[in-house]
């Protein structure tokens, strides 16, 4: 009935959470990083969908994780946008290289 | 296997994820990093709706390929907005090839968990009526995370303001 | 005789009371070495006179619990013992009266007594010691006594240098003795004399360990009597003062290795090759020695390798099976070489040069010294009457005994260079005109020449305590009781006697030409072979081989250890503090306050993980 | 059976720290005499438990327990198992070690007289390290013996640190490092066997690794044991210093204060000793005996390498180092005979040595003071300026280099003895050692007592009122032990027969 099997879905999953994962671990802009990080999600979120309709137990559950996965991005969103303003206000710069307020 | 619609569509989607994705990666401007990644975020919801996800699809362009993007946008062009990303090659080399075989153990780690992941199909009915059936769902067996979600989001949204408030008043305070 | 072993303990109390209060007795110090030494001599000889009537006395007391092995410690008086007591107090006594007279004015005047004191000990209590063990331990002490004494002008560098070198060879043959000693034990389970001879007569011991072990000790005592190729030290002992000379470098201490033989004689002769071995490296230092006493020009040094040439002798007769020629050979010697010294002494004390070349013509003004040193060189060379002629005598006997006619030879011709180095030593020094502008050369006090006479005296009629023609008193009673020592007294051909005494009137009257009358230019020989000269003048460039063997060779296996221990053990060293330097720089890096950073290696290590995981299959 | 002496013994010392607490920093004098009172009552007990063992008192008497630690309850299947109990207790050997160690802290706190600065703290540390040693010898069971030992670590560390000479801080680093390898190596040991046994008691694990009566929790295979065998060798080695691990020690010899070189050479050392003794070869003595070629091997090695590398050095700090490295090669080779003899002698060889270097170091000092120099170049001819000490420093060398009638002798001889039974080629060569020890302790010694003056010492004084203590009291037990060896051999021989036997 489908040609397209969850494998397929899943490896794509994991190609883009990979692509996330290095670009939130490797980029110097701040945003980028954000940004990374929500490619991640969706990749999870693929992942969540991909399981309620091929899973062991399809159901809709699946789907309405990913409602609160994306609630909850938007506003993880908002919120890093909020401080990513107010740190540029207070240092000039959006590098991650240049935050190191943890060392010190 | 036979090549059905359904699958072409798929790996046009695909495709444009991943193209989207390594172009995030790659292009130097922020601005286009970001663009290029509306792609991605649009396939996916492409993707959703081969998933009999009709409801997340639309979810999915409303907040992320419109809300956040824009949001993104604008968080750029309050700070540098023209900044490019270069990447100084000489401080990350080594952290980011040491990275790079972290991933590809991680991903090779995955892909043999899931290469032959078959659950067999059962045959669902996703896809009919999917807003009523997630919007059943929601308000009956997940009404207590849904509110709490709602909490969650208006604290965010506070939070955001105050957090971009916050230093107005400081610089007034210098002012004065 | 029960209390034999407080003849030690006086010398050793000397030493320590000297120690403690040599300080405020100051000259007066020599009267409580003196005393208490004549004390040691006046017992030895009552413990000497009690032996010749009653049996041999041994007393133990335990010393030492090993497990179930039981060491112990104690004296024993037998013939051999009961004879050295007497020769070693005897003669330290005299050295003892002589010194005050010879270190008179020496800021260190107590020290020397003190430490004469601890050579005495040591020395004694060697020749009381009834065990291997208790053997061993003083010999060491009397090794230590004499390295003091040597180096007692501790300030001159020849003198440090003789001192160590004189320690160190010695100590090379010790560890042969120890070594021998040890597997000797293993052998018979015990140290003591009576019962490792016991074990071995009963055959208990294979003859190859006997050979070993014999010839391991044999070592011990070719380092301690200086015999070739371990006799460098003697010689350069002559650093210390003079009567150590005579007492230790003469009398004594080099005779313990003659004496260490003599009493493990039984197992020396189980062993033919071990007494060919005594018996070769004993003729080869008599001639070896007196070769290079033709040379010297140092009066002490013409002495010192007559005393090896004389050890060898010694060392040759109780390698020949002639016990008893060893031995009296040894009383003998002791007896005139000690009196070669002090006389020496006696002449360096009058002019302050120790260069026979600078002396000359002191017979008028050495009144005493130089009929007394007279007598010591004739009775060195053989000359019939005297002492050493009758001792050598017998040695040459055994000699010719045993069969050993190369050896024999070899001993007769070293025996006409003895006679003739002596002489010309003599000539040179006494005889002639003066040779330098000695003023004031006058006679040594009488402290002096008291022990000089007496040992004069002894020099002369010592030897008839054993002859061929009014009895062998001495032999018979050495080997008395113990057969394994052989017979008392060896029948030999009467040539021998003939053939030595016109050697040693040969060797005489060649010095006599030479250095006397002159008849005969002095350098008639050295001309027509220089580089055989130049050979034996240098002392067959032993030490020079020595040094470019031995020491090199200790130098370079050390700078061969120290590279080993720069590069090898220093290398593991840096390391290790490399790795951990390392680590903690890694650490210090990873630590620069970047979320990605962390992020990176948090995720890489659960990447790393997982991966462990899914090779392993979950678990490890 | 619960007395209270030992604890008493190793504590003592704890009272003259927490009276040095109290203490003005500037108090020189009171600091220094305090310091010095401090470690007598430790002496005065351990003398009198050795009295009153000669006296005919059974040591087992002095034993104690009181019950510490207990890890989860097996009470149902033995009362005793994984639980870890304070207990002390004495045989022959540690009693010997004990009282060595309260005589010689004395001394050393005597000598520590010649320290410049920091008096205080100083002692402080120095006590605290006295309580480790003294409680290493004293623990009964693993864990209490580890804790003791790391004791010893930390005030020692600081000691070189802060009152060495100039690269004293390499040196004390180098010390943490070994020596922090070395415990670590050790703890492993230690839980590898409570693991698998379920009890750190020595006497307990005796029994049970040797297959006697009891079990062991989790069988032990051969090769197990044989691998904890191999840690300890390792462990103990870094101590003694078994070749190659001993370039720490050298620095420490050379760059901490004399008076602690005293307590590191003479007891320290003795603990990498002791442990092998201890443990190596009471609870694994069918491997021992499987390595003892090995041992004496390491031994030989030992002996001639510090041999010969003593012979070239020109600091005179630096050859009693290595000296100290060859004379540890002596018991490593009577230990590797594994008879009587050898390990008799093994055991004198830890007194005799702990006694000699003790005399030498603070000798060392004396000279330091005088001169400011331990290089033998400079220094010459000491027989004239100070001939008292210039003895002494001979008798030292003399007894070093095993002179019969003083206690190196008896050591050496046994441990030779020992070994000329088991291995007499091995031991033939290992012989070498007795002359090259001659040959590089005179050189030493010569160049720095005879010979002529190298610079005037005008001025120079013999040694000092306080000075003499020390000398006196180590050098008469030198050659107490070399005359009457029996005061050593008499607490021995129980032990000697168990393992010999």
């Known amino acids: 009935m489908n040609g397209v099997p969850i494998s397929a879905f899943l490896a794509l999953a994991l190609i883009l959470f990979c692509i996330g994962l290095y670009g939130a671990l490797t980029k110097r802009n701040t945003i980028i990083v954000l940004i990374s990080i929500e490619l991640m999600l969706n990749a999870v979120n693929i992942n969540l969908v991909t399981f309620s309709k091929f899973g062991m137990v399809p159901s809709i559950t699946g789907q309405i994780f990913t409602v609160f996965v994306i609630a909850v991005a938007a506003a993880e969103v908002a919120v890093g946008i909020a401080i990513l303003l107010s740190l540029y206000r207070n240092r000039r710069t959006v590098n991650t290289d240049e935050m190191n307020t943890l060392k010190n | 296997m036979t090549v059905s619609g359904e699958f072409i569509a798929f790996l046009a989607l695909a495709l444009v994820a991943i193209i989207g994705g390594v172009l995030l990666l790659n292009l130097t401007k922020v601005v286009h990093m970001v663009v290029a990644l509306v792609f991605t975020f649009l396939s996916i919801a492409g993707l959703y709706v081969l998933l009999s996800a009709e409801f997340l699809a639309v979810v999915q362009v409303l907040v992320y390929s419109g809300?956040?993007?824009?949001?993104?946008?604008?968080?750029?062009?309050?700070?540098?907005?023209?900044?490019?990303?270069?990447?100084?090659?000489?401080?990350?080399?080594?952290?980011?090839?040491?990275?790079?075989?972290?991933?590809?153990?991680?991903?090779?780690?995955?892909?043999?968990?899931?290469?032959?992941?078959?659950?067999?199909?059962?045959?669902?009915?996703?896809?009919?009526?999917?807003?009523?059936?997630?919007?059943?769902?929601?308000?009956?067996?997940?009404?207590?995370?849904?509110?709490?979600?709602?909490?969650?989001?208006?604290?965010?949204?506070?939070?955001?303001i105050v957090l971009s408030r916050k230093d107005d008043d400081e610089k007034e305070a210098e002012k004065e | 005789m029960e209390n034999a072993w407080l003849i030690p303990l006086f010398p050793l109390l000397s030493f320590l009371f000297l120690l403690l209060f040599g300080k405020k007795l100051k000259e007066a110090s020599a009267y409580v070495g003196i005393l208490l030494t004549l004390a040691s001599l006046v017992y030895s000889v009552i413990v000497l006179v009690g032996r010749l009537t009653n049996d041999t006395y041994k007393a133990e007391a335990d010393w030492l619990q090993i497990g179930n092995l039981q060491l112990t410690v104690g004296f024993e008086v037998n013939q051999l013992n009961a004879l050295m007591l007497v020769i070693v107090s005897l003669v330290s006594f005299l050295v003892h009266t002589y010194s005050k007279g010879y270190m008179h004015g020496d800021e260190r005047f107590p020290v020397f007594y003190a430490y004469l004191g601890l050579f005495t000990f040591a020395m004694l209590g060697l020749v009381l010691s009834p065990n291997l063990l208790q053997t061993y331990i003083f010999w060491e002490l009397v090794g230590v006594g004499s390295f003091l004494l040597i180096g007692f002008y501790f300030h001159k560098d020849s003198a440090k240098a003789a001192a160590k070198k004189a320690f160190i060879m010695t100590r090379i043959g010790d560890?042969?003795?120890?070594?021998?000693?040890?597997?000797?034990?293993?052998?018979?389970?015990?140290?003591?004399?009576?019962?490792?001879?016991?074990?071995?007569?009963?055959?208990?011991?294979?003859?190859?360990?006997?050979?070993?072990?014999?010839?391991?000790?044999?070592?011990?005592?070719?380092?301690?009597?200086?015999?070739?190729?371990?006799?460098?030290?003697?010689?350069?002992?002559?650093?210390?003062?003079?009567?150590?000379?005579?007492?230790?470098?003469?009398?004594?201490?080099?005779?313990?290795?003659?004496?260490?033989?003599?009493?493990?004689?039984?197992?020396?002769?189980?062993?033919?090759?071990?007494?060919?071995?005594?018996?070769?490296?004993?003729?080869?230092?008599?001639?070896?020695?007196?070769?290079?006493?033709?040379?010297?020009?140092?009066?002490?040094?013409?002495?010192?390798?007559?005393?090896?040439?004389?050890?060898?002798?010694?060392?040759?007769?109780?390698?020949?099976?002639?016990?008893?020629?060893?031995?009296?050979?040894?009383?003998?010697?002791?007896?005139?070489?000690?009196?070669?010294?002090?006389?020496?002494?006696?002449?360096?004390?009058?002019?302050?040069?120790?260069?026979?070349?600078?002396?000359?013509?002191?017979?008028?003004?050495?009144?005493?010294?130089?009929?007394?040193?007279?007598?010591?060189?004739?009775?060195?060379?053989?000359?019939?009457?005297?002492?050493?002629?009758?001792?050598?005598?017998?040695?040459?006997?055994a000699a010719w005994a045993n069969g050993n006619y190369v050896l024999f030879w070899l001993a007769v011709i070293a025996a006409f260079f003895t006679a003739f180095y002596m002489f010309r030593l003599f000539f040179m020094v006494f005889t002639g005109k003066p040779r330098s502008e000695y003023k004031n050369v006058h006679e040594s006090p009488a402290s002096m020449t008291g022990p000089m006479v007496v040992l004069?005296?002894?020099?002369?009629?010592?030897?008839?305590?054993?002859?061929?023609?009014?009895?062998?008193?001495?032999?018979?009673?050495?080997?008395?009781?113990?057969?394994?020592?052989?017979?008392?007294?060896?029948?030999?051909?009467?040539?021998?006697?003939?053939?030595?005494?016109?050697?040693?009137?040969?060797?005489?009257?060649?010095?006599?030409?030479?250095?006397?009358?002159?008849?005969?230019?002095?350098?008639?020989?050295?001309?027509?072979?220089?580089?055989?000269?130049?050979?034996?003048?240098?002392?067959?460039?032993?030490?020079?081989?020595?040094?470019?063997?031995?020491?090199?060779?200790?130098?370079?296996?050390?700078?061969?250890?120290?590279?080993?221990?720069?590069?090898?053990?220093?290398?593991?060293?840096?390391?290790?503090?490399?790795?951990?330097?390392?680590?903690?720089?890694?650490?210090?890096?990873?630590?620069?306050?970047?979320?990605?950073?962390?992020g990176t290696v948090a995720f890489v290590g659960l990447a790393v993980l997982m991966l462990i995981f899914a090779l392993t299959g979950g678990y490890l | 059976m619960n007395s209270y002496y030992l604890s008493l013994l190793v504590f003592s010392p704890l009272l003259g720290i927490v009276l040095l607490a109290l203490m003005p920093k500037s108090n020189e004098k009171g600091l220094k005499m305090l310091g010095v009172l401090a470690t007598l009552p430790a002496t005065i007990l351990a003398l009198l438990a050795y009295f009153s063992y000669l006296g005919g008192k059974d040591l087992a008497s002095f034993s104690e327990q009181v019950n510490w630690m207990r890890f989860s309850d097996f009470s149902a299947i033995h009362a005793n198992?994984?639980?870890?109990?304070?207990?002390?207790?004495?045989?022959?050997?540690?009693?010997?070690?004990?009282?060595?160690?309260?005589?010689?802290?004395?001394?050393?706190?005597?000598?520590?007289?010649?320290?410049?600065?920091?008096?205080?703290?100083?002692?402080?540390?120095?006590?605290?390290?006295?309580?480790?040693?003294?409680?290493?010898?004293?623990?009964?069971?693993?864990?209490?013996?580890?804790?003791?030992?790391?004791?010893?670590?930390?005030?020692?560390?600081?000691?070189?640190?802060?009152?060495?000479?100039?690269?004293?801080?390499?040196?004390?680093?180098?010390?943490?490092?070994?020596?922090?390898?070395?415990?670590?190596?050790?703890?492993?040991?230690?839980?590898?066997?409570?693991?698998?046994?379920?009890?750190?008691?020595?006497?307990?694990?005796?029994?049970?690794?040797?297959?006697?009566?009891?079990?062991?929790?989790?069988?032990?295979?051969?090769?197990?044991?044989?691998?904890?065998?191999?840690?300890?060798?390792?462990?103990?080695?870094?101590?003694?210093p078994i070749f190659p691990l001993h370039s720490w020690m050298l620095r420490v010899h050379v760059e901490a204060p004399p008076s602690i070189v005293m307590l590191h050479s003479g007891i320290l050392l003795k603990i990498g000793a002791f442990g092998l003794i201890r443990f190596g070869m009471g609870i694994f003595p069918e491997q021992f005996e499987t390595?003892?070629?090995?041992?004496?091997?390491?031994?030989?090695?030992?002996?001639?390498?510090?041999?010969?590398?003593?012979?070239?050095?020109?600091?005179?700090?630096?050859?009693?180092?290595?000296?100290?490295?060859?004379?540890?090669?002596?018991?490593?080779?009577?230990?590797?005979?594994?008879?009587?003899?050898?390990?008799?002698?093994?055991?004198?060889?830890?007194?005799?040595?702990?006694?000699?270097?003790?005399?030498?170091?603070?000798?060392?000092?004396?000279?330091?003071?005088?001169?400011?120099?331990?290089?033998?170049?400079?220094?010459?001819?000491?027989?004239?300026?100070?001939?008292?000490?210039?003895?002494?420093?001979?008798?030292?060398?003399?007894?070093?280099?095993?002179?019969?009638?003083?206690?190196?002798?008896?050591?050496?001889?046994?441990?030779?003895?020992?070994?000329?039974?088991?291995?007499?080629?091995?031991?033939?060569?290992?012989?070498?050692?007795?002359?090259?020890?001659?040959?590089?302790?005179?050189?030493?010694?010569?160049?720095?007592?005879?010979?002529?003056?190298?610079?005037?010492?005008?001025?120079?004084?013999?040694?000092?009122?306080?000075?003499?203590?020390?000398?006196?009291?180590?050098?008469?037990?030198?050659?107490?032990?070399?005359?009457?060896?029996?005061?050593?051999?008499?607490?021995?021989?129980?032990?000697?027969?168990?393992?010999?036997?």
């Open chain 3, 175 to 397: 560890v042969g003795l120890l070594i021998g000693m040890i597997l000797l034990f293993w052998q018979t389970g015990s140290f003591e004399y009576d019962e490792i001879f016991a074990s071995v007569q009963a055959g208990e011991v294979s003859g190859t360990m006997i050979t070993l072990t014999s010839i391991l000790i044999f070592v011990g005592a070719v380092g301690k009597s200086g015999q070739f190729p371990l006799h460098t030290w003697l010689p350069d002992a002559m650093e210390g003062p003079t009567p150590v000379s005579a007492l230790i470098h003469a009398a004594t201490m080099v005779a313990a290795g003659v004496y260490l033989v003599a009493t493990m004689f039984p197992v020396f002769a189980a062993s033919e090759t071990a007494m060919a071995t005594v018996a070769i490296v004993g003729a080869v230092t008599a001639i070896f020695a007196a070769t290079i006493g033709l040379t010297q020009t140092d009066i002490k040094r013409v002495l010192a390798y007559s005393t090896v040439s004389q050890l060898g002798y010694m060392m040759l007769a109780l390698g020949a099976a002639g016990y008893v020629a060893g031995v009296f050979h040894l009383m003998t010697h002791a007896f005139f070489k000690a009196l070669l010294f002090l006389a020496a002494g006696s002449v360096i004390h009058a002019v302050h040069t120790q260069d026979i070349e600078k002396m000359g013509g002191l017979w008028k003004r050495l009144k005493f010294t130089a009929p007394l040193f007279l007598i010591g060189t004739l009775a060195i060379s053989g000359v019939p009457l005297l002492s050493g002629f009758f001792s050598k005598d017998e040695i040459l006997i």
């Open chain 2, 67 to 160: 809300a956040i993007s824009i949001i993104m946008l604008f968080g750029i062009m309050l700070t540098k907005h023209n900044d490019e990303d270069d990447e100084s090659p000489s401080v990350g080399r080594w952290k980011r090839l040491f990275l790079l075989l972290g991933i590809l153990a991680f991903g090779a780690v995955f892909y043999i968990g899931i290469y032959d992941l078959d659950f067999g199909t059962t045959p669902v009915a996703l896809h009919e009526n999917n807003a009523e059936q997630i919007g059943m769902e929601l308000f009956s067996k997940y009404v207590i995370p849904f509110e709490l979600m709602s909490v969650l989001l208006l604290v965010a949204f506070v939070g955001a």
């Open chain 4, 81 to 240: 198992l994984f639980t870890v109990k304070y207990e002390l207790g004495i045989d022959g050997f540690s009693l010997l070690m004990i009282v060595l160690t309260s005589v010689l802290a004395t001394l050393a706190a005597i000598a520590s007289l010649h320290i410049k600065n920091e008096w205080k703290g100083y002692y402080m540390l120095f006590l605290l390290l006295e309580i480790g040693m003294l409680g290493v010898f004293t623990a009964q069971n693993l864990i209490l013996f580890f804790i003791f030992f790391e004791i010893t670590l930390i005030p020692m560390f600081f000691l070189i640190g802060k009152w060495g000479y100039f690269n004293k801080e390499k040196a004390a680093y180098s010390f943490l490092i070994y020596n922090g390898l070395g415990s670590a190596i050790l703890l492993i040991v230690i839980m590898v066997l409570f693991a698998k046994t379920g009890t750190t008691n020595i006497e307990t694990l005796k029994v049970l690794v040797n297959g006697g009566e009891g079990q062991t929790l989790a069988a032990m295979s051969e090769s197990l044991k044989m691998g904890l065998f191999i840690a300890l060798l390792i462990a103990f080695g870094v101590k003694l």
């Open chain 4, 291 to 501: 390595l003892a070629v090995l041992i004496a091997i390491l031994g030989v090695i030992n002996l001639l390498y510090g041999a010969f590398l003593a012979f070239i050095q020109t600091d005179f700090k630096m050859v009693l180092a290595y000296s100290s490295i060859s004379h540890m090669g002596i018991v490593l080779i009577g230990l590797g005979a594994s008879n009587e003899a050898g390990v008799q002698g093994a055991i004198f060889q830890v007194v005799s040595h702990g006694l000699i270097s003790a005399l030498l170091f603070f000798l060392v000092s004396v000279l330091y003071e005088r001169v400011q120099t331990t290089q033998m170049n400079e220094l010459g001819g000491f027989a004239k300026s100070m001939p008292i000490a210039s003895g002494f420093l001979l008798a030292g060398a003399m007894a070093s280099l095993g002179l019969p009638g003083m206690s190196g002798f008896v050591s050496e001889f046994m441990a030779f003895l020992g070994l000329f039974k088991e291995m007499p080629i091995l031991a033939a060569i290992g012989a070498l050692g007795i002359i090259m020890t001659a040959v590089y302790l005179l050189r030493a010694v010569l160049s720095i007592t005879y010979g002529q003056a190298n610079r005037e010492y005008a001025g120079i004084r013999d040694l000092r009122s306080f000075e003499w203590a020390p000398v006196l009291v180590l050098i008469g037990l030198i050659i107490l032990i070399g005359v009457y060896p029996a005061v050593l051999s008499q607490p021995l021989e129980n032990i000697v027969l168990g393992i010999g036997g």
């Open chain 3, 456 to 598: 004069g005296i002894l020099a002369v009629i010592s030897g008839y305590v054993n002859t061929p023609w009014f009895g062998t008193f001495l032999g018979d009673w050495l080997v008395e009781g113990n057969e394994a020592l052989g017979h008392g007294h060896i029948e030999g051909p009467a040539w021998i006697m003939i053939v030595a005494t016109l050697v040693s009137l040969a060797g005489i009257y060649l010095a006599y030409l030479m250095y006397m009358k002159r008849s005969l230019a002095q350098d008639w020989f050295t001309s027509r072979a220089p580089t055989v000269y130049s050979i034996v003048n240098n002392k067959y460039f032993i030490d020079e081989i020595y040094q470019s063997t031995i020491v090199y060779a200790t130098k370079a296996v050390s700078l061969f250890l120290r590279f080993i221990e720069l590069f090898l053990v220093e290398g593991l060293v840096k390391s290790v503090t490399g790795i951990v330097q390392g680590l903690g720089k890694l650490g210090a890096k990873l630590q620069n306050g970047q979320v990605q950073a962390y």
